[in-house]
């Protein structure tokens, strides 16, 4: 008896399954590098930094009392404001049933940590833009430290970059280890320009990088002395005017320097992620939940400069 494929359709495997679980591509995280963290609290939600300002000069004449000042002083107080919980389970039946329920399972508390990771990431971009004053130029001894992009159509330009550097220099920023951190629109406006000045390729960071940052924030160029790092977690705007321009829908790029004791960000665990699992009897499932609290704040707003700029670039 002859055996073809009419015949024998009850034996052919219509669909084959792969052994393997595909899994989504995953950007890299780097903004935690550039919190000052801080360790001395341990308990309560709201932590202060006292702060002193700088002495004043008078001028003296002869047989005159000298005039005393007091230094100025403040603080600066930020709380712990995000709990944030990640969870899943699978039921016993499940676990009995699924070919792929071991696969399944050890992807659940590293897919959970991610997640909060990419929280923080979003949250450590956006509290700069957050800590400024919406819809006004924040202006620091007398220079802009947010402004609108400058290019065509409101893309970034290399003069940005400038605006941005003399801004820093302005408000005293050490002119070291100065970061942009820009949406991929960017990369792509500067990778595009022609006739460039002073932008070179330059693939090292204190030794740190080489093709790129271990943690990902895709190294680009070195314009106007600031390493470029793009990243897709920076904060879009929603309904703001600036410059006399409707910015909604733009990125909010970030300039500031990461030399150490300056970050202009910082922030605090009261929890780090913690990964709780048990069984729950009544549902017959296994738990899986990963939690972390902490805060972050605006620290130094005179080493940030925010430039909104138009992310629809072609």
Avoid: C
């Amino acid at each position: 008896m002859a055996h073809t494929t009419a015949n024998t359709t009850l034996l052919t495997r219509q669909e084959i399954w792969s052994g393997e679980l595909k899994e989504i591509l995953k950007d890299e995280l780097d903004a935690m590098r550039h919190v000052n963290w801080l360790t001395g609290f341990p308990d309560g939600n709201t932590f202060t930094i006292p702060s002193i300002g700088t002495a004043d000069i008078d001028d003296y004449q002869e047989d005159e009392a000298v005039v005393y000042r007091p230094l100025d002083t403040g603080e600066f107080q930020f709380s712990i404001t995000e709990y944030l919980s990640a969870g899943t389970y699978i039921t016993e039946k499940a676990m009995q049933d699924m070919f792929y329920a071991e696969q399944l399972m050890s992807r659940f508390v590293p897919e959970q940590e991610r997640a909060l990771m990419v929280r923080l990431e979003g949250d450590i971009l956006k509290v700069g833009p957050n800590g400024q004053t919406a819809a006004d130029n924040n202006t620091i001894n007398g220079v802009d430290h947010r402004y609108v992009a400058t290019g065509t159509s409101n893309v970034m330009s290399v003069t940005d970059f400038a605006k941005a550097k003399l801004a820093l220099k302005k408000a005293n920023v050490p002119d070291t280890n100065l970061i942009a951190i820009v949406d991929p629109s960017v990369e792509f406006t500067m990778n595009t320009q022609t006739n460039l000045v002073n932008i070179s390729n330059n693939p090292m960071w204190e030794g740190i990088v080489s093709s790129g940052i271990a943690t990902g924030m895709k190294f680009m160029k070195n314009i106007y002395g600031f390493d470029v790092y793009a990243s897709n977690h920076l904060k879009i705007n929603g309904t703001e005017t600036l410059d006399s321009v409707a910015v909604s829908g733009f990125a909010n790029n970030l300039f500031f320097s990461a030399a150490p004791g300056v970050q202009p960000f910082v922030g605090a665990w009261r929890q780090m992620p913690k990964v709780d699992s048990d069984f729950d009897m009544d549902f017959q499932r296994t738990k899986f939940v990963t939690t972390a609290r902490y805060g972050l704040s605006l620290y130094r707003p005179e080493n940030l400069v925010v430039v909104p700029s138009n992310i629809a670039v072609s």
